[in-house]
């Protein structure tokens, strides 16, 4: 075949091609090979579509999408690609057949990740059936779903010349057989079908007639069997996945694996993917989600018979805590200060980069890590809520670090160890979980290490590189403490010198200032009264403050407001003022791409102003620096509806849709922001009519 591939044997053949079973000759690995039928690349563009798909898909980084290694063309002009070789069945050896709703919710889930993460990248699949979908034999958990054929049902419609439409007329989406832009809610409406036929064993509008089938998409109002009985909630998380007009879907995976989740809680049933983070949805709802969800943790320790005297002993707490009617004030100010010092401890240790893992030589030293959990074994509502805040502050830190160093020359391996202890913290951040890569079991063994601090020294040692990185200095200081460290640790293995010699080449040019440990040294390390160090100027540090824990948020929303209008005014003023200042700071934080730092202030000034809609655009903008286009449409939406004739936010707002695909929705605000006088507008509506036409 003239590539590095050697093929073992033929695996199968359909519509768009054959594939083959092959080892790669050099690095011994078996993958999946799919050739192409000829007839599919004759056309230079649809090829040169198709090579672009797949080329964004590489870079998909998704435990449940079939990963592509590897594109080329063979000499006779037949497109070849390498995925990743999967032993199992698609799912479509369940039909006729209906499914538990256990299995069910834990297969849907799944798909909602693997496509929410595509759809991230502008990917949409168009063809969501059972069988793009397909279980793994002999995986870790049952059940385990991987989605396969992005990009295929466009490039069968081209080769038709536009004679046949994209997609599988029992899956297809009206706006498919329209022939109209597709997006995100394209996907959403095939996997309601899906979902469909896995709960009733047909599809939601079955036949042979082709055409009658389109029209049923079309024109007919989904209906669901009396038998067997599921769930209203669940019925209706179908039915608006099939609804006929987009904007009456789901707008996103991330609702739709919400709404999934909710209906888990109320109906009370476990399944063998509760371990999955909780979708990044509005925070409130996603932690009333978190907090009533099956604890994955949990169950899996118990399972190993671990932390089982632990658990007793938790259990008697809480009903020694419940025959108790009513703590002593003395009782309540000592908890208090415990939290107070706990959040000290933590906010200490992550100063010194010590967040998951003790420096050498002091394995008894604190960590942020044990500091929170420590927080969370105290069981109190005060210290609770500071956990779940402090969580979220190092787990975003520890996201920005190895942000920072993944695409940094030599940086890339730095980075996968800064986003595995990032979901040690906090499991909901999808870009840490995706490019950490990380199993459930090691990802259990290593919070078990962390919590109890049972690092070997060698371990420490190893990971000591983390924490030298990790400091906040400029590019002479770093490229001087990284001499030193090469120059100390000569029992450093060969490649991560060579990392960390990389790293230093390109320190002074490529890298950039940390976004987290300017969070960490700036407001938590300081007090209010503290002096400029030496290292940091008078104007960086000045009226700088521990931001406000949980107790003492808790004791100010115990405060009295003020009795008369007057004073109501003028308390609003102060904090639509505090709200301004904050967005000022988060502004000047996201320029230097302290992003932490700039997250912090802006939900600072929301909590101030729940109505700024300053913030929320910033918090868009901030979201979008950081590939988060889910987040950012969610926030310029917003900040829409609060200032509808702000012509830059329609403007935002329309190249996020650009961004997801939502083409039409695009179109919409572009035209907006035309009439309110966006000198970019008209550009905005040029790049649409290259896609859409006039």
Same mark, same amino acid.
Request: charged residues 25%.
């Given at each position: 075949?003239?590539?590095?591939?050697?093929?073992?044997?033929?695996?199968?053949?359909?519509?768009?091609?054959?594939?083959?079973?092959?080892?790669?000759?050099?690095?011994?690995?078996?993958?999946?090979?799919?050739?192409?039928?000829?007839? %599919?690349?004759?056309?230079?563009?649809?090829?040169?579509?198709?090579?672009?798909?797949?080329?964004?898909?590489?870079?998909?980084?998704?435990?449940?999408?079939?990963?592509?290694?590897?594109?080329?063309?063979?000499?006779?002009? +037949?497109?070849?690609?390498?995925? =990743?070789?999967?032993?199992?069945?698609?799912?479509? @050896?369940?039909?006729?057949?209906?499914?538990?709703?256990?299995? @069910?919710?834990?297969?849907?889930?799944?798909?909602?990740?693997?496509?929410?993460?595509?759809?991230?990248?502008?990917?949409?699949?168009?063809?969501?059936?059972?069988?793009?979908?397909?279980?793994?034999?002999?995986?870790?958990?049952?059940?385990?779903?991987?989605?396969?054929?992005?990009?295929?049902?466009?490039?069968?419609?081209?080769?038709?010349?536009?004679?046949?439409?994209?997609?599988?007329?029992?899956?297809?989406?009206? =706006?498919?057989?329209?022939?109209?832009?597709?997006?995100? +809610?394209?996907?959403?409406?095939?996997?309601?079908?899906?979902?469909?036929?896995?709960?009733?064993?047909?599809?939601?509008?079955?036949?042979?007639?082709?055409?009658?089938?389109?029209?049923?998409?079309?024109?007919?109002?989904?209906?669901?069997?009396?038998?067997?009985?599921?769930?209203?909630?669940?019925?209706?998380?179908?039915?608006?996945?099939?609804?006929?007009?987009?904007?009456?879907? *789901?707008?996103?995976?991330?609702?739709?694996?919400?709404?999934?989740? &909710?209906?888990?809680?109320?109906?009370? @049933?476990?399944?063998? *993917?509760?371990?999955?983070?909780?979708?990044?949805?509005?925070?409130?709802?996603?932690?009333?989600?978190?907090?009533?969800?099956?604890?994955?943790?949990?169950?899996?320790?118990?399972?190993?018979?671990?932390?089982?005297?632990?658990?007793?002993?938790?259990?008697?707490?809480?009903?020694?805590?419940?025959?108790?009617?009513?703590?002593? $004030?003395?009782?309540?100010?000592?908890?208090? $200060?415990?939290?107070?010092?706990?959040?000290?401890?933590?906010?200490?240790?992550?100063?010194?980069?010590?967040?998951?893992?003790?420096?050498?030589?002091?394995? &008894?030293?604190?960590?942020?890590?044990?500091?929170?959990?420590?927080? =969370?074994?105290?069981? &109190?509502?005060?210290?609770?809520?500071?956990?779940?805040?402090?969580?979220?502050? @190092?787990?975003?830190? !520890?996201?920005?670090?190895?942000?920072?160093?993944?695409?940094?020359?030599?940086?890339?391996?730095?980075?996968?160890?800064?986003?595995?202890?990032?979901?040690?913290?906090?499991?909901?951040?999808?870009?840490?979980?995706?490019?950490?890569?990380?199993?459930?079991?090691?990802?259990?063994?290593?919070?078990?290490?962390?919590?109890?601090?049972?690092?070997?020294?060698?371990?420490?040692?190893?990971?000591?590189?983390?924490?030298?990185?990790?400091?906040?200095?400029?590019?002479?200081?770093?490229?001087?403490?990284?001499?030193?460290?090469?120059?100390?640790?000569?029992?450093?293995?060969?490649?991560?010198?060579?990392?960390?010699?990389?790293?230093?080449?390109?320190?002074?040019?490529?890298?950039?200032?940390?976004?987290? %440990?300017?969070?960490?040294?700036?407001?938590?390390?300081?007090?209010?009264?503290?002096?400029?160090?030496?290292?940091?100027?008078?104007?960086?540090?000045?009226?700088?403050?521990?931001?406000?824990?949980?107790?003492?948020?808790?004791?100010?929303?115990?405060?009295?407001?003020?009795?008369?209008?007057?004073?109501?005014?003028?308390?609003?003023?102060?904090?639509?003022?505090?709200?301004?200042? +904050?967005?000022?700071?988060?502004?000047?934080?996201?320029?230097?791409?302290?992003?932490? !730092?700039?997250?912090?202030?802006?939900?600072?000034?929301?909590?101030?102003?729940? +109505?700024?809609?300053?913030?929320?655009?910033?918090?868009?903008?901030?979201?979008?620096?950081?590939?988060?286009?889910?987040?950012?449409?969610?926030?310029?939406?917003?900040?829409?509806?609060?200032?509808?004739?702000?012509?830059?936010?329609?403007? !935002?707002?329309?190249?996020?849709?650009?961004?997801?695909?939502?083409?039409?929705?695009?179109?919409?605000?572009?035209?907006?922001?035309?009439?309110?006088?966006?000198?970019?507008?008209?550009?905005?509506?040029?790049?649409?009519?290259?896609?859409?036409?006039?």
């Amino acid at each position: 075949m003239g590539t590095p591939y050697r093929v073992i044997s033929w695996l199968g053949e359909g519509g768009m091609g054959i594939v083959y079973e092959a080892e790669h000759l050099d690095l011994g690995r078996h993958v999946a090979l799919k050739l192409l039928h000829p007839h %599919l690349c004759v056309d230079s563009n649809q090829a040169e579509n198709f090579r672009s798909e797949a080329r964004m898909m590489t870079k998909v980084a998704c435990d449940q999408i079939v990963q592509v290694y590897d594109f080329t063309t063979l000499e006779d002009g +037949r497109l070849l690609y390498v995925m =990743e070789l999967l032993e199992g069945k698609t799912i479509s @050896f369940h039909a006729g057949k209906q499914m538990d709703i256990g299995r @069910f919710v834990g297969i849907m889930r799944q798909a909602c990740k693997g496509l929410y993460a595509a759809h991230s990248e502008g990917i949409v699949h168009r063809d969501i059936k059972p069988e793009n979908l397909f279980i793994l034999d002999n995986a870790e958990i049952t059940d385990t779903l991987k989605i396969m054929d992005f990009g295929i049902a466009q490039m069968l419609a081209l080769a038709s010349g536009g004679s046949e439409l994209a997609g599988t007329p029992l899956y297809m989406a009206p =706006e498919q057989i329209r022939r109209q832009a597709c997006d995100a +809610r394209t996907d959403i409406y095939g996997l309601g079908c899906t979902g469909y036929e896995l709960l009733f064993g047909r599809a939601p509008f079955p036949g042979t007639d082709v055409k009658n089938v389109l029209r049923q998409h079309l024109k007919t109002e989904v209906s669901f069997p009396k038998e067997p009985s599921y769930p209203t909630p669940l019925l209706d998380i179908l039915r608006r996945c099939l609804a006929k007009n987009p904007d009456e879907r *789901w707008p996103d995976m991330l609702e739709l694996e919400a709404a999934l989740c &909710e209906v888990q809680i109320a109906s009370g @049933f476990t399944t063998a *993917w509760d371990h999955l983070p909780v979708p990044a949805i509005d925070p409130d709802r996603r932690a009333a989600i978190i907090a009533n969800m099956p604890d994955p943790e949990r169950d899996f320790a118990d399972l190993q018979g671990k932390n089982h005297r632990r658990l007793l002993s938790a259990a008697a707490i809480a009903l020694g805590l419940m025959a108790t009617a009513v703590w002593s $004030q003395t009782q309540a100010s000592s908890e208090d $200060q415990r939290v107070e010092q706990l959040t000290r401890d933590a906010h200490d240790a992550a100063a010194k980069a010590n967040f998951v893992y003790p420096p050498p030589g002091n394995p &008894e030293a604190i960590t942020a890590y044990r500091s929170v959990v420590a927080l =969370e074994d105290l069981d &109190e509502r005060n210290a609770n809520e500071a956990s779940q805040v402090l969580r979220q502050e @190092f787990g975003q830190t !520890l996201r920005g670090l190895g942000d920072r160093y993944w695409d940094a020359p030599g940086g890339k391996g730095f980075a996968v160890d800064y986003y595995a202890q990032a979901i040690i913290f906090d499991s909901s951040l999808e870009t840490a979980t995706h490019r950490a890569r990380i199993s459930l079991g090691q990802l259990t063994v290593l919070r078990d290490r962390a919590s109890s601090g049972s690092f070997e020294e060698e371990e420490l040692l190893a990971v000591e590189p983390l924490q030298v990185l990790a400091m906040e200095m400029d590019a002479t200081r770093r490229h001087a403490a990284l001499s030193t460290l090469l120059a100390k640790r000569s029992d450093l293995s060969p490649r991560t010198s060579h990392q960390l010699t990389t790293l230093m080449r390109g320190s002074s040019s490529r890298m950039t200032p940390s976004p987290s %440990l300017s969070h960490q040294l700036e407001i938590a390390a300081q007090g209010p009264d503290a002096t400029p160090s030496a290292g940091l100027s008078k104007s960086t540090t000045e009226k700088k403050s521990r931001p406000p824990s949980a107790t003492s948020l808790s004791k100010a929303k115990k405060r009295s407001r003020p009795s008369n209008d007057l004073g109501e005014k003028a308390a609003s003023k102060r904090e639509a003022s505090k709200a301004r200042k +904050r967005v000022s700071r988060g502004r000047k934080a996201i320029k230097a791409t302290r992003w932490a !730092l700039a997250r912090t202030l802006l939900h600072q000034a929301l909590e101030a102003d729940s +109505r700024s809609h300053a913030a929320l655009i910033a918090l868009s903008d901030l979201s979008f620096e950081q590939d988060n286009i889910p987040d950012a449409a969610r926030y310029a939406r917003r900040a829409v509806q609060l200032a509808p004739r702000n012509a830059r936010y329609r403007m !935002l707002l329309g190249d996020i849709y650009f961004r997801l695909s939502r083409y039409s929705d695009a179109r919409t605000e572009y035209t907006t922001a035309r009439k309110l006088g966006h000198r970019k507008a008209e550009s905005g509506l040029k790049r649409l009519e290259r896609i859409l036409g006039p």
